[in-house]
């Protein structure tokens, strides 16, 4: 049974840093390139961030570029979002599955970033 479980979100005022953790299960995590996605209500659901399966070619949307840093811990099954000089803009329900991702979701962890 695929599972992501996520966490670490919260409210932080603009300007300030969160890190999202995100543990996986029911696949071979070593295979897949893992991502976060966003989503605010009544959107789609976006791609924020990727990483490689070693853990070395992180890709990032234009818009977060030089704020977040994604990473990976492949014997603890975890992918990680540092987000740094967060902005109102980046105020969504994040969660983390694979590239592409599989049908199965986890609960997300909200993210608000409000003065």
């Known amino acids: 049974q695929i599972q992501f479980v996520e966490s670490g979100g919260g409210r932080v005022q603009p300007g300030g840093s969160l890190r999202l953790s995100c543990a996986a299960s029911?696949?071979?995590?070593?295979?897949?390139?893992m991502t976060w996605y966003r989503q605010i209500p009544q959107n789609e659901r976006e791609w924020v961030a990727s990483?490689?399966?070693?853990?070395?070619?992180?890709n990032y949307r234009d818009s977060v570029q030089g704020r977040f840093t994604i990473s990976r811990d492949n014997d603890k099954k975890e992918v990680y979002l540092q987000m740094t000089s967060l902005k109102p803009d980046d105020t969504a329900v994040y969660y983390c599955?694979?590239?592409?991702?599989?049908?199965?979701w986890g609960q997300g962890t909200q993210v608000t970033v409000s003065s």
């Open positions: 599955n694979t590239e592409p991702p599989f049908d199965s």
């Open positions: 029911g696949f071979v995590f070593g295979s897949r390139t």
């Open positions: 990483i490689s399966l070693g853990g070395t070619v992180p």
